[in-house]
């Protein structure tokens, strides 16, 4: 039984644990920081790795605690919040080119500034493609409160000075 | 000449830089050794809460502040009971979870005991260093985890009690757990399990010098 467990979990991480890291980014902001929360989310994972197995989204089930393993974070250290550190080395190779890093830059110092709330719902939703409802679910939050909060954080974005686009005239 | 242009896509752009280029994929089978291990280190807590503990885990003790007093008397806790309570802070860092600080306590001037063949030399200033190494992931109380460099500080009341030995159980093999402090009766005795062996459930017990139980779960 524990082979079998060890075998599904293994392959969920192979499969699933690159973009439990990059929800993980967009929540905290830092790289290393989103590969401890996105490890921790998976230590808690395996520890009940029968529940997992039972959920109809065995993803979902990880990304909720994902999510809640970051609230954690944040409730109990605030002060060790640091969310400003740009990595500016993009992970691994692709065919990524300067301009689309500088932009990707800037939309990560915009989303530094949000709230955590606002920076939760706007990697849900566009990070993960979440619906509204789905957002709410995850978040523990109302629709209402998702709709709000990602409006906010829509406005935020299109006044933040580093996301004006640079063109030649 | 260059102009801008407010962003009018927002949904678009941040579509774009979220799904960045996926990281590698993490390394299976150390998630489950950690898992495992936080489990065995959560239980054995709970057992040791039980019979007045608090165990540390996962972490090595790094600096022991000795005070003057302290100091100039020397304390042991293998030396039969210290006369008068004394105190000393602790604090931890980053250390290799095979690594223990022996259950003396330094003496000022001399190397103190160690385990595991750890140096661990007490500084005329009373504070000694044990070099941290390993994983930078230090647990310095039932589910604290202190960062690379943090610093936590405890208040160690010295007394009768570190005389004692805590020793824990998964199965029938006992096994010894480093006391760093020990307790006043308002404060619980400190003791050290770095990596604890064994999947639970785990009985936890104190062992006086002459031999005898003192107390157990």
Do not use: K, S
């Given at each position: 039984m524990a082979n079998r467990t060890d075998e599904e979990f293994a392959a969920f991480v192979r499969d699933h644990s690159p973009r439990l890291q990059v929800i993980a980014r967009g929540l905290c902001g830092d790289p290393h920081l989103a590969q401890d929360l996105a490890q921790q989310a998976l230590e808690k994972a395996y520890l009940k790795w029968g529940r997992v197995r039972r959920a109809d989204d065995r993803f979902a089930y990880v990304r909720r605690i994902l999510v809640n393993v970051h609230h954690d974070r944040q409730r109990r250290r605030?002060?060790?919040?640091?969310?400003?550190?740009?990595?500016l080395e993009p992970h691994?190779?692709?065919?990524?080119v300067p301009g689309a890093i500088a932009d990707r830059e800037a939309v990560r110092a915009a989303l530094a500034e949000l709230t955590p709330r606002e920076r939760a719902v706007v990697v849900l939703r566009?990070?993960?493609?979440?619906?509204e409802a789905d957002t709410a679910r995850e978040l523990g939050i109302a629709v209402g409160t998702v709709k709000s909060a990602c409006a906010r954080a829509l406005g935020k974005l299109r006044a933040a000075p580093g996301l004006s686009e640079v063109r030649e005239a | 000449m260059e102009e801008r242009e407010p962003m009018t896509d927002p949904e678009e752009r941040l579509r774009m830089a979220l799904r960045e280029e996926a990281p590698p994929a993490l390394d299976a089978d150390a998630i489950i050794h950690g898992a495992r291990r936080h489990r065995a280190a959560r239980r054995l807590q709970v057992a040791a809460a039980a019979a007045g503990l608090v165990v540390v885990t996962g972490g090595v003790v790094t600096a022991v502040n000795v005070t003057d007093q302290a100091a100039q008397e020397g304390s042991s806790a293998?030396?039969?009971?210290?006369p008068a309570e004394r105190r000393a802070d602790a604090s931890t860092s980053p250390g290799s979870a095979h690594r223990t600080v022996g259950p003396q306590a330094p003496q000022a001037g001399r190397d103190a005991p160690v385990v595991d063949g750890l140096a661990l030399r007490v500084r005329a200033d009373g504070f000694c260093v044990v070099p941290p190494a390993g994983p930078p992931v230090c647990r310095t109380g039932p589910g604290a985890v202190a960062a690379p460099g943090a610093t936590r500080r405890w208040v160690i009341?010295?007394?009768?009690?570190?005389t004692h030995v805590a020793q824990y159980a998964s199965g029938d093999r006992w096994l010894p757990m480093t006391v760093v402090g020990a307790g006043s009766p308002d404060e619980p005795l400190l003791a050290y399990a770095p990596d604890p062996v064994g999947d639970g459930p785990f009985r936890v017990r104190q062992v006086a010098p002459d031999g005898s139980v003192a107390r157990t779960d």
């Open positions: 605030p002060w060790r919040e640091q969310v400003t550190e740009h990595d691994g190779p692709g065919p990524d566009y990070a993960d493609d979440l619906t | 293998a030396a039969p009971a210290a009341h010295r007394g009768p009690r570190a």
